[in-house]
Nanobody, 119 residues
Framework: QVRLVESGGGLVQAGGSLSLSCAAS????????MGWWRQAPGEQRELVAD???????NYADSVKGRFTISADHAKSTAYLQMDSLKPEDTAAYYC?????????????WGQGTQVTVSS
């Protein structure tokens, strides 16, 4: 069972920066991708950014040019640097990890960390 430990987040003024990190442990297989999703009150959970084990990245249009995802795959840790934050970035941010075991993919989610951007 993969365990995810998230850190970072908090309260920041618009235009400011925050960083998130997510450390995965306990994998019996191979972690092939890590990412961040977010969910604002009353909204569906949406992908913010993800990164594959070979370094491919994917970003939501709303965060392109402002957020940067990176990973230390040897440590199974992903990072999300968030710059030029806007009030609409306010949400609970969740780390998600894809693990492959015996040719089957498993998704694991962190407990979430709150990001609040004041105007």
């Amino acid at each position: 069972q993969v365990r995810l430990v998230e850190s970072g987040g908090g309260l920041v003024q618009a235009g400011g920066s925050l960083s998130l990190s997510c450390a995965a442990s306990g994998s019996d297989g191979r972690i092939t991708a890590m990412g961040w999703w977010r969910q604002a009150p009353g909204e569906q959970r949406e992908l913010v950014a993800d990164i594959t084990v070979v370094g491919g990245t994917n970003y939501a249009d709303s965060v392109k040019g402002r957020f940067t995802i990176s990973a230390d795959h040897a440590k199974s840790t992903a990072y999300l640097q968030m710059d030029s934050l806007k009030p609409e970035d306010t949400a609970a941010y969740y780390c998600m990890v894809v693990e492959v075991r015996s040719s089957t993919e498993y998704d694991y989610w962190g407990q979430g960390t709150q990001v609040t951007v004041s105007s």
